[in-house]
T-cell receptor, first 118, second 113 residues
């Protein structure tokens, strides 16, 4: 089955600790994204990557870091510099325009990781 | 002005009725529009994509797009209690040579038995 997996589902950390959230996809999508969702707010883009070994900051990248060493994987590190890290984190992937029959820009989401920092 | 606007709701409809969800967007050159369904505590699920003006039907769902009015809607026919969820509208917009999806904050739909 093709899809996106995120782990863990729930994560609890103490303030001041860095934490890494996992995201893996086997959809053969080029692009991957990280969003955070807070209650009553829309999805906000943290980082995105369109190709291996390249990634760009989204709208709220401060306090986060990512890597894209493999096409299938796009882990997100929430650092101690992130002032309000408690949130629901969503990873997504999509094909890019012009790639075969896949619809461009359709993003598919993983199940999410709910991070609580106390 | 928000880039993608939705009424937060809740929109309450009885079972069997038609639910109409609306979305407006600010970027006139946007070409791709999406509706996602998000159940409480879960991740968004893509349910409809629309790229051309007019209607697109898929089962009980119909997406309607009017680019001149910068308006996209989702109709759910024969609404079921299982349709109760938050519906997110997403629009692709060009930002720093990157086509990103901008999401509305969602409309909460409640379907009562």
């Amino acid at each position: 089955d093709g899809g996106i997996t995120q782990s863990p589902k729930y994560l609890f950390r103490k303030e001041g600790q860095n934490v890494t959230l996992s995201c893996e996809q086997n959809l053969n999508h080029d692009a991957m994204y990280w969003y955070r969702q807070d209650p009553g707010q829309g999805l906000r883009l943290i980082y995105y990557s369109q190709i291996v070994n390249d990634f760009q900051k989204g709208d709220i990248a401060e306090g986060y870091s990512v890597s894209r060493e493999k096409k299938e994987s796009f882990p997100l590190t929430v650092t101690s510099a992130q002032k309000n890290p408690t949130a629901f984190y969503l990873c997504a992937s999509s094909p890019l325009a012009g790639r075969g029959r896949m619809r461009p820009y359709e993003q598919y989401f993983g199940p999410g990781t709910r991070l609580t920092v106390t | 002005q928000k880039e993608v606007e939705q009424n937060s709701g809740p929109l309450s409809v009885p079972e069997g009725a038609i639910a109409s969800l609306n979305c407006t967007y600010s970027d006139r050159v946007s070409q791709s529009f999406f509706w996602y369904r998000q159940y409480s505590g879960k991740s968004p699920e893509l349910i409809m994509s629309i790229y051309s003006n007019g209607d697109k039907e898929d089962g009980r769902f119909t997406a309607q797009l009017n680019k001149a009015s910068q308006y996209v809607s989702l109709l759910i026919r024969d609404s079921q209690p299982s349709d109760s969820a938050t519906y997110l509208c997403a629009v692709n917009m060009l930002s720093d040579s990157f086509q990103k999806l901008v999401f509305g904050t969602g409309t909460r739909l409640l379907v009562s038995p």
